[in-house]
């Protein structure tokens, strides 16, 4: 699996938009980009993933640039319960032996201040 | 919608006791199944995975063992416990389409701490 760099701290302003970046330079055609979370001392939680295009849900969006290289996660309007390490991970998803095994890096630390 | 739960949420055991850890899901089926560990300060490690009821890979060799004995019951035992095996056990479920294998979906966890 492609390896993902993030920033390993950022703060973000209650009510403000919190962008998330990530690299993953080495991204192969069949790999998708997914994100994920983990508040403190809870489990991890699913936010969202993508390929190519652009993705949004209910809880946040996902910008993936043209030449794949780097992402960026999108949390519209940050609460203080987004509080969390936000992980960034390179999958892929046409079976082999990667698929359904998830692998967290050190992530980004994300604080939403009042 | 989907629940999983785990238990207990916490366990403090000594050094060559036996383990038992409990997971089960609820509002789906035939759920792929699958026991990480967190150790302290460090990232998530995949520890067993299921497609289906008594199947089982194990990812790593290690002084713990898991089994499927019912569709969305997932346990992870052991029967000598060593201090390397503390951390953050973490169950979670996902599909079993291929599209869906790398969203999964995490139950609370269960603290482990073998003095």
């Known amino acids: 699996d492609a390896k993902t760099t993030q920033p390993p701290s950022m703060d973000c302003a209650e009510g403000r938009a919190a962008n998330l970046p990530c690299n993953h330079s080495?991204?192969?055609?069949?790999?998708?980009v997914y994100w994920y979370r983990q508040i403190h001392s809870q489990g991890p939680q699913y936010i969202i993933h993508g390929l190519k295009n652009n993705e949004t849900n209910e809880m946040a969006s996902l910008i993936i640039t043209e030449d794949r290289k780097s992402s960026t996660l999108i949390l519209p309007h940050a609460t203080l319960r987004d509080t969390a390490v936000y992980y960034c991970?390179?999958?892929?998803?046409?079976?082999?032996?990667?698929?359904?095994?998830?692998?967290f890096g050190q992530g980004t630390i994300l604080t939403v201040h009042p | 919608s989907q629940t999983i739960h785990q238990w207990p949420a916490t366990l403090v055991q000594p050094v060559g006791s036996p383990l038992s850890l409990e997971c089960t899901v609820e509002g789906t089926s035939n759920p792929n199944l699958y026991w990480y560990r967190q150790a302290a300060g460090r990232g998530l490690q995949l520890l067993f995975y299921?497609?289906?009821?008594?199947?089982i890979s194990s990812e790593v060799p290690q002084n713990l063992s898991a089994s499927r004995p019912q569709d969305r019951q997932f346990i992870l035992s052991s029967k000598k416990l060593l201090l390397s095996d503390s951390g953050f056990y973490l169950c979670?479920?996902?599909?079993?389409?291929?599209?869906?294998?790398?969203?999964?979906?995490f139950g609370p966890g269960t603290r482990l701490t073998v003095l």
């Open positions: 299921s497609v289906g009821i008594g199947q």
């Open positions: 991970i390179v999958l892929t998803n046409a079976g082999g032996t990667s698929y359904g095994k998830l692998t």
């Open positions: 080495t991204i192969s055609g069949n790999e998708y």
């Open positions: 979670a479920w996902s599909g079993t389409g291929r599209a869906t294998y790398n969203e999964q979906f």
